[in-house]
């Protein structure tokens, strides 16, 4: 099993920038796939951005070309930089992890993630 630990969400202006960590305990991180997810109050869970152990990379659309998932294999330790931020980025924002890695629908599904962060707010201003 693996414990997760978010960090770094905030408030920020819309056209910022914020980065958040997502460190990882108990287990061996490159034993996981990775990734980001977010909730908006009465909205669904939405995949935002998923890494796997080799370092391939997948992103919603909604975020292609604004944030970058990446992470440290030595520091257990996984990040999200977010730029170009809009209002509607307003949301709790989630790591998960599983053991199995399936990108297939070519962005991060909930249920397939078994491990779960407490969440880090953001909060974006016009």
């Known amino acids: 099993q693996v414990q997760l630990v978010e960090s770094g969400g905030g408030s920020g202006q819309s056209g910022g920038s914020l980065t958040l960590s997502c460190a990882a305990y108990g287990d061996t991180y490159s034993n996981y796939c990775m990734a980001w997810f977010r909730q908006a109050p009465g909205k669904e869970r939405e995949g935002v951005a998923g890494i796997d152990s080799d370092g391939r990379t997948i992103y919603a659309d909604f975020v292609k070309g604004r944030f970058t998932i990446s992470q440290d294999n030595a520091k257990n330790t996984m990040y999200l930089q977010m730029n170009s931020l809009k209002p509607e980025d307003t949301a709790m924002y989630y790591c998960?992890?599983?053991?199995?890695?399936?990108?297939?629908?070519?962005?991060?599904?909930?249920?397939?993630?078994?491990?779960w962060g407490q969440g880090t707010q953001v909060t974006v201003s016009s």
């Open positions: 998960a992890a599983d053991e199995i890695c399936d990108y297939s629908l070519g962005y991060p599904v909930s249920r397939d993630f078994d491990y």
